[in-house]
């Protein structure tokens, strides 16, 4: 029987129990080492970091570390190789438990990596082929990404047109990229590509739209620009409008943001469609890769994250002003449930 008296005994561990238990995964249901909060150590080691992509990036794998109570070192190379690789050295000396390494070119990076395995450091490389067995590649499914658009190319344009490509080699997603570009341009004839071109030097946008203003005038009867990547595409919208042919170039991308959106709902806008993932959806994955390493349970070699078409006509309809909007509107966008085990946090909810 439930006395006063001895309702009062438990009335104290009742209120602490709903506090305890209130949420997911909270601290004693996680696996060690994310038992003890503000132990555990990591960091991201980053190569681009220009535009929004990959502000949201840092932004999702921000709040997938707040969630899980980990401490997250940010380390920024601003494309430049052999610094990057200094700074997973920089990484391993500061005695961090994972490491999170964020593009990068396989020539400078697949020695550092092995160098954080062998120092007894989990990794796992976002966008970047290290060439290792022991670290998951954390993907957004390019392939994906550029078939998505590329097939609403054929659909909006036909079989037959010709096309600007926007492109750097030795970067991972874009080599992928690069891959479905030239099984579509076999299976569709039709498309003549008159011109290849591209820079990742900063800002990239302007730099794009320098090299894009030189095309466009060399070949103003260009219907399509696949640009797969939102900085490149801003970059050739920006040659495209300076050059009166806006009308007449459809521009066909990978990734989105708040400011792409913008540019898509201009009246009149070249830009038709981009394939995107959630970049800050993607940051979240790429820490609960990790997590799960150093959990010790595996989260496969090849974590995908599935992308989503997103259209002019889709934002215009909905009338999607910003991400937020975008995650609200098409909730398929707004959380992956990929590296999700049971005890892992949803820093979405």
């Not at 305890?20 to 681009?48: E, N």
């Not at 540019?263 to 940051?283: D, I, K, L, Q």
Request: hydrophobic share 45%.
């Amino acid at each position: 029987m439930i006395t006063r008296r001895t309702l009062g005994k438990f009335g104290l561990a009742l209120a602490a129990g709903t506090v305890l238990f209130a949420g997911p995964a909270l601290a004693q249901d996680k696996p060690a080492p994310f038992d003890k909060p503000g132990d555990v150590k990591i960091a991201l080691v980053r190569y681009l970091s220009t535009g929004d992509f990959f502000q949201a990036y840092l932004a999702g794998v921000e709040a997938q570390a707040k969630a899980l109570g980990v401490q997250l070192q940010v380390f920024d190379s601003r494309q430049d190789a052999a610094l990057q690789a200094d700074m997973v050295d920089q990484a391993i000396a500061l005695g961090v438990k994972g490491i999170i390494i964020q593009h990068g070119l396989t020539e400078s990076m697949k020695e550092a990596a092995q160098r954080a395995v062998d120092a007894g450091i989990k990794v796992v490389a976002f966008d970047v082929n290290v060439e290792n067995d022991k670290i998951p590649q954390v993907e957004q499914s390019d392939r994906d990404l550029a078939r998505l658009a590329l097939e609403q190319a054929i659909k909006d344009n036909g079989e037959s047109w010709k096309a600007g490509y926007v492109y750097v080699a030795g970067i991972a997603p874009l080599d992928r990229r690069d891959e479905t570009w030239r099984e579509f341009k076999k299976k569709y004839p039709g498309i003549d590509e008159v011109a290849m071109f591209g820079t990742l030097d900063n800002p990239i946008a302007n730099s794009v739209a320098n090299q894009a203003r030189s095309v466009v005038s060399a070949h103003p009867d260009i219907q399509v620009m696949f640009a797969p990547y939102d900085e490149f595409a801003k970059g050739v919208k920006i040659a495209v409008d300076e050059a009166g042919l806006s009308s007449s170039i459809k521009i066909y991308s990978a990734d989105i943001s708040t400011a792409d959106i913008a540019a898509m709902r201009e009246p009149g806008s070249a830009w038709a469609a981009t394939a995107a993932t959630n970049p800050a959806v993607v940051g979240q994955v790429s820490v609960r890769a990790l997590a799960q390493l150093l959990a010790g349970e595996d989260p496969g070699h090849n974590v995908i994250v599935p992308p989503t078409l997103i259209t002019q006509k889709d934002l215009n309809d909905n009338d999607i002003k910003n991400m937020e909007e975008l995650s609200a509107k098409m909730p398929q966008f707004a959380h992956a449930d990929v590296a999700m085990p049971a005890w892992m946090p949803n820093p979405n909810k």
